[in-house]
């Protein structure tokens, strides 16, 4: 599959291109953690958002949630139909940015380079178990703050307190695992009052900290993660990809007719 891809300036240097119409940016894993961790060190508060076909169909389905990807300091294509789509469109090197990895390479140059992360989101137990792997997956990693929230709104106080206390703790680097589109409100909502790099990591949570299966790797390459977390939850997440997927594709297929025609 393959969509059309248009470029957009960015203050920052990063190229944009445009998957079904939404935002992603072509940049690799290693200038992914690059720019992340830059970020962190000078105590920037920016937000990265970890893109799935899931998170851009909410995106064309909902303006105010696409307008919070195209707010983000970048949109990296975890999601294999997006890779394919940008090798096909201009970006023939595209590398998958995959969330779990992300979040692996990143907390090793955390520890690496002396930046305190923190993590939001996810239950007690998850986070318990979560903390100690990365302890001892990176050693001199400094987890300064890990909190599970409630499952409803903070209030605007408790919301406050959350903020002060990332902020005490010299968070650099923050975690979110609440799901999208969830975490990804969180973050732009946050974005100025944290001044942490924020990334979204959604299912790397339970995937590092050993609660849930990953697929295996020629299911990741095949782009079938989906179909082997829904055969996992299958209540869960039926609706969603019965809703996303077909669309996804009669767009991304249209995209490419559309774009080759251009060409000639």
Known sequence: MAAETSLLPKASG??????????????????????????????ESRYVCVANVHMLMEARDT???????????????????????????????????????????????????????????GTRLTLARLERNLRRRHPGLRIAYAWSPPFRPLTAEEDEGVVRDIRSRGVRLLFVGLGCPKQERWMASHRGRI????????????????????????????????LFRLLQEPRRLWRRYLKHNPRFVILACGELVASRWRRG
């Open 63 to 121: 303006p105010p949630f696409r307008h919070v990807l195209e707010r983000a300091d970048l949109v990296v294509p975890d999601g294999m139909p997006l890779v394919w789509m940008l090798r096909r469109t201009g970006f023939p090197g595209q590398q998958r940015v995959y969330g779990p990895a992300l979040m692996d390479e990143l907390c090793r140059e955390a520890a690496r380079a002396g930046v305190p992360i923190g993590l939001y989101g």
């Open 14 to 43: 990063t190229r944009r291109a445009r998957v079904v119409g939404v935002r992603v940016d072509p940049v690799s894993p290693a200038e992914a953690v690059r720019r992340v961790i830059e970020w962190a060190q000078q105590g």
């Open 195 to 226: 001044p942490a790099v924020m990334v979204g990591v959604g299912a790397a949570f339970d995937l590092h900290a050993g609660v849930r299966r990953q697929a295996p790797r020629w299911m990741q390459a095949a782009g079938l993660e989906w």
